[in-house]
């Protein structure tokens, strides 16, 4: 069997995820938009979360518990999802 002839092969075995039916397709090209988060003080560490998703009004972070910062990142939107 050559190159070409596994590819085609190898195009038709399709697995499939029984749970994939349970999560939005996102396209590589989705929208962005600009979100409010906190993000960690510490510059070695990466963490961040929306502003919405917390209810203290100034949080640490809940890796290294420095205080948290408010800023912007551009990310996309959430969606409900009925389960």
């Not at 600009?34 to 209810?55: A, H, P």
């Not at 890796?63 to 996309?76: D, E, G, N, V």
Request: hydrophobic share 35%.
């Amino acid at each position: 069997m050559d190159h070409s002839e596994a590819s085609k092969v190898a195009g038709t075995m399709k697995l499939r995820n029984p749970y994939l039916h349970k999560f939005p397709v996102r396209n590589a090209e989705s929208e962005l938009e600009q979100v409010d988060i906190w993000k960690c003080g510490d510059s070695m560490c990466t963490c961040w979360m929306r502003v919405g998703m917390t209810f203290e009004e100034s949080p640490l972070c809940p890796l290294c518990q420095t205080s948290m910062i408010k800023s912007t990142l551009h990310a996309a939107p959430l969606q409900k999802v009925n389960m």
